[in-house]
């Protein structure tokens, strides 16, 4: 199994000194980045879809093993409540695409005001290329039913698990043959840090849940101090230590 391993984003200034040398130019960060992890979950879609050269140039920026996961727009998401999602969802794949082989997984997070649809989300899952992995961050409790997990199972969609207090806040469904998870905030000091014992149970709770073969990506959301990057390096120490592989983590930083 390969936990791909990265942070929510790159572009944080507070992590000068700890993952960007203090004379680096924020114009090669993405570089500096990619120097020290495989993987990063892109939030800049969220707020306002880059265009088709941007996609292209971070496409050029990294190296070959570099994969991005990218956060759907918050039109579709937050704004039209997955009503009306074809034309979202192609433009933001026909943009995305540029990425190439740098394209990772897709994620939807759903605005915690909006309950349960099983035929929106359905709607909004096929409008997606097949082959597409999305993943699906719903945060209103009445998406945890037998319904929704049947939809995510048979549209090959992960259930994003998230953390928030080193606790899991979703049902720990495995619905399909890959996965995802997104820490947004631990408890240990300085905040908003993972403790060891919270980080070794989910290295646990991803051994259990998938075979040595299968892809899962985790991705630190706790930017605040470079936390994100401290947790990630701490995370990959414990996941190597239980005998998994995961990609490059800075060095030194655990």
């Not at 999602?85 to 082989?101: G, N, S, W």
């Not at 997984?105 to 759903?110: I, K, M, N, Y």
């Not at 945890?144 to 939809?151: E, F």
Request: hydrophobic share 40%; glycine share 6%; aromatic share 12%.
């Amino acid at each position: 199994m390969t936990i791909h391993l990265g942070t929510s984003g790159w572009q944080y200034r507070d992590w000068r000194g700890t993952l960007y040398p203090p004379d680096l130019p924020q114009r090669r960060w993405l570089e500096e980045y990619a120097r020290h992890f495989a993987t990063v979950e892109s939030n800049a879609a969220f707020y306002r879809l880059p265009e088709a050269r941007t996609f292209a140039d971070w496409r050029d920026r990294t190296p070959d093993d570099f994969v991005m996961a990218v956060k759907a727009s918050r039109y579709l998401t937050h704004i039209k409540r997955l009503r009306d999602p074809q034309e979202p969802v192609r433009r933001l794949m026909a943009r995305a695409a540029h990425l190439r082989p740098r394209l990772g997984p897709v994620l939807l997070q759903l605005p915690p005001t909006l309950p349960a649809d099983v035929g929106l989300l359905a709607d909004c899952l096929d409008c997606f290329p097949t082959g597409t992995r999305v993943a699906v961050e719903p945060r209103h409790d009445s998406w945890w039913t037998d319904a929704i997990r049947t939809v995510l199972e048979r549209r090959g969609a992960a259930l994003c698990w998230a953390d928030r207090g080193s606790r899991p806040v979703t049902p720990l469904w495995r619905t399909a043959d890959w996965g995802y998870l997104r820490f947004h905030e631990g408890r240990a000091a300085p905040w908003p840090r993972y403790g060891r014992q919270a980080l070794d149970a989910w290295v646990r709770r991803i051994a259990d849940a998938w075979p040595d073969r299968a892809d899962v990506y985790a991705y630190f959301n706790n930017d605040p101090g470079g936390a994100a990057v401290l947790d990630a390096a701490r995370f990959a120490h414990a996941a190597t230590a239980a005998g998994r592989t995961v990609t490059r983590t800075p060095a030194g930083q655990e």
